[in-house]
């Protein structure tokens, strides 16, 4: 259950997060595809991301035990317009960020570094 | 796993529809998004993701969220699943089944497919089980698919035969249907988004919905 307290918690990470990392949209997703809060730009379509995110987060963690591998370091997608990456938060909630290809996901890995503990300590 | 979120005043909830290959879930949701699509026009929102092979056959889910009015002041939002029915798809069904708060167990009521049925009705039960759930956790409700094709003189299983082959318990709701006609479509989503909101609601905050 999310309280009003806990998701302006999470919803004031997120916005601290674009701001740092000069990112477009973040949102957070649980393992089974729900939506549970996003900061940033409106006009994106949450609820379908959060299902698909979840989706391919839990493949590519498959695909990672199929090869003898524990789990991937970083999942990330590249775009013309936006790029897309994926941190896990605790076992059950992801953290996706969008952000412009000009900016460095370098800095971007480091300023969601910084958040994670944030948001896991409202879970 | 059930959100709901106070500060949108909004439930959120799982719903898996589960069954053998070609069985008719994707069909049920399709049929479910064309009802939307008609009664709310252009000012639709939601939208049918699929993921699937060239051949239309679900490879990974498909999903439709669907509002459903309210429920105790809370917006109640159904996330509707389907899983791919392909006994190869085993892994990604297991993942799709993550959270999940509600079953629509859709039976293909061809009598070749008896023992698919059985199997993929096993299969839930042991990926239920893997997260710690049994059907008595959930929202579940059967649907016996395509018996709209006995009037085509194929033949079918009807519904007491079918409860019969799933061992279904009496308080389990059934429905006789045709996904492709829409018949007891809606009314199977109905019945099992009630039961799933009230198993979430007594489940997380200790009352009956």
Known sequence: ?123 | MAIINLKEKKIQVKIVYYGPGRSGKTTNLRYIFKKLQEKYGESLKSNLISIDTKGERTLFLDFLPVGLGQINGLDLNLQLYTTPGQVIYESTRKLVLRGVDGVVFVADSLATRKEANVESYQNLLTNLKEYGLTTEDIGLAFQWNKQDLQEKGIPVMDAKSMEDLLQVGQDVPTFSASALQGTNVLKTLNIVAKLTVSKVLKKMIGIEG
Request: glycine share 6%.
């Open chain 1, 1 to 123: 259950m999310l309280t009003e307290e806990k998701v302006n918690r999470l919803e004031a990470s997120l916005a601290k997060l674009l701001d740092d990392a000069g990112a477009t949209y973040a949102f957070l997703a649980d393992m089974g595809g729900n939506l549970i809060c996003s900061a940033g730009r409106s006009d994106f379509d949450g609820t379908s991301l959060a299902v698909l995110s979840a989706a391919n987060f839990a493949a590519t963690r498959e695909m990672a035990s199929l090869i003898g591998e524990k789990d991937f370091s970083l999942l990330f997608h590249r775009g013309e317009n936006e790029n897309i990456h994926f941190t896990r938060i605790n076992p059950d909630v992801l953290l996706i960020v969008l952000f412009k290809p000009y900016l460095s996901l370098g800095l971007l890995r480091l300023k969601v570094e910084n958040v994670k503990k944030e948001i896991a300590s409202v879970f």
